[in-house]
């Protein structure tokens, strides 16, 4: 069996130090991965945040705020702020729930269609891996998919 080498070094690597190495490679790609996007979204006058609260929504079905603090993953007290900035900019409307009058809704607007498509555009954008064949963007998808799923408290795959 041929001996593991560090690329670009020629170095030998244990496993711990190839894990270490490409633990910091995948934080390197995320973190190009996020600057990419935060260029991307403030150009739609988003933040990171703003935009995958516009992307949890669902352009058809309204969805009250309670229910996208739970899809984020965050406190009903920071939806507010993320939707009274959407609703700022024109995205989502806050509207009385037909079914419960007690409760607001919040409704993707004409625009706010728009700016989800193209966020949706921007989180699907592959150009960093525009260099690998398509045989090894399979390998890696395969390799991502087993590892995320290791670390997810629930099945990541789809349901």
């Known amino acids: 069996m041929a001996q593991r080498v560090v690329p670009g070094t020629g170095e030998p690597a244990d496993r711990a130090g190839l894990a270490a190495d490409v633990v910091r490679r995948m934080a390197h790609v995320t973190a190009s991965l996020r600057h990419r996007q935060g260029v991307a979204f403030a150009e739609l006058g988003l933040t990171p945040a703003t935009a995958r609260a516009l992307h ?10 309670r229910d996208l603090a739970e899809r984020l993953g965050c406190d009903r007290s920071n939806v507010t ?54 045989r090894e963007l399979d390998t890696l998808r395969d390799l991502v998919w087993k590892v995320s799923d290791g670390g997810c408290p629930e099945p990541c795959g789809p349901e």
């Open 56 to 65: 949890e929504l669902d352009p058809d079905r309204p969805l009250p705020a």
């Open 81 to 134: 702020a993320l939707v009274d900035r959407l609703e700022q900019a024109g995205l989502v409307e806050r509207r009385t729930d037909p079914v419960d009058r007690r409760q607001k809704t919040l409704v993707v607007t004409a625009r706010g269609r728009e700016v989800r498509d193209r966020v949706t555009e921007v989180m699907s954008d592959s150009r960093l891996l525009a260099g690998l064949t398509d």
